[in-house]
């Protein structure tokens, strides 16, 4: 994979930039942390029954007006592949430009780009494996083929769109084991993937532990630091949280959940579901989260997992709910 030297990736990716802010606590809060949440996408993946499209749009509304920052709509996947998203360009076309600035479409070829751009989307995020094998069993090609593509993917989204690189298995690969922390630092420092807005380090599996996200999140921040940091991790181990902070102490800006922990990879055997969002809210506290919000993001994942028949995997569910806690502001008053 070829170099490009960091003055470059400085240059092509000036508009991620803006979004690596400085992690400081105040007031018991970490300032600068922003959290998308994915259940519309990664969050559907392995669910058994489908979430009706008007059920969708409106929940992309609920999460915008709870105050989450940003979220994960949908995926170009093939619908004969990954069905619970076979609506997504529906999701995209139901929504306003404003609400679309905020919404991102997983992409995996220029083709994908093209479409969901011609719908009205202008943020995606293209996402790769850094493993061979994980890059052939999810999108059918190698890794090589997916970075030389990857240009042609950012101009396809025009030049007021935004393509994140995103980075599967940069940490473990449910077909070879660890992956090299070479080769995703190849990737970063290849100049075919300039032109990304933010790069997504994605523990696919939920297999990583807080020093290597430590390690992994720090090496992104050191090798592009003209791009935002999103962290994108799976609560397989129960290190969710853990790895999230570690993320965010690493440089990571936007740290990725799903309501009630749903999630994991059709194509990644041993992936389980994501880190939840209400866990997130609950760990970090962001600006927007404050009991009453905290609150309604409970009682959003109870609902949207109970429509799917799903279990509620939110580690603080049994913290909210209980009945002998109700002098901590936290748990679900009635």
């Not at 969708?56 to 709870?66: F, Y």
């Amino acid at each position: 994979m070829a170099r490009l030297g960091r003055g470059a990736h400085r240059r092509a990716g000036r508009r991620g930039a803006r979004d690596r802010i400085r992690i400081r606590i105040r007031g018991g809060r970490m300032t600068g942390i922003r959290i998308r949440d994915v259940t519309l996408r990664d969050g559907l993946q392995l669910t058994g029954k489908p979430l009706p499209t008007e059920r969708k749009v409106v929940l992309v509304r609920e999460l915008l007006a709870l105050g989450v920052e940003e979220l994960e709509i949908g995926s170009m996947a093939r619908p004969d592949l990954v069905p619970a998203v076979a609506d997504t360009l529906d999701v995209v076309a139901a929504l306003t430009p404003g609400e679309l600035e905020r919404c991102w479409i997983w992409v995996a070829t220029p083709r994908h780009v093209e479409r969901a751009r011609a719908a009205g989307a202008t943020r995606f995020q293209y996402c790769f494996s850094a493993s061979d094998s994980h890059n052939r069993a999810n999108v059918g090609r190698d890794t090589e083929t997916s970075v030389a593509a990857m240009p042609d993917a950012v101009a396809a989204a025009g030049p007021d769109g935004q393509v994140q690189l995103c980075i599967a298995t940069s940490f473990t690969c449910p077909f070879e084991g660890e992956v090299p922390l070479e080769r995703v630092a190849g990737i970063l420092a290849d100049g075919r993937t300039a032109g990304a807005s933010h790069v997504v380090i994605a523990d696919t599996l939920g297999q990583a532990h807080p020093a290597e996200v430590t390690r992994r999140v720090g090496l992104a921040a050191r090798e592009r630091p003209e791009a935002g940091l999103v962290f994108h991790g799976h609560d397989t181990w129960g290190l969710g949280v853990a790895n999230a902070l570690a993320a965010a102490g690493a440089g990571a800006g936007v740290l990725d959940g799903a309501l009630g922990g749903l999630g994991g990879c059709p194509f990644a055997p041993g992936a389980s579901g994501n880190t939840a969002t209400e866990d997130l809210a609950f760990g970090l506290r962001p600006s927007w989260a404050d009991p009453g919000s905290f609150a309604a993001l409970v009682r959003l994942g109870q609902e949207v997992t109970g429509l799917l028949a799903e279990d509620d995997r939110a580690r603080v569910l049994g913290g909210a709910l209980s009945e002998r806690a109700r002098a901590f502001p936290w748990t679900l008053q009635d």
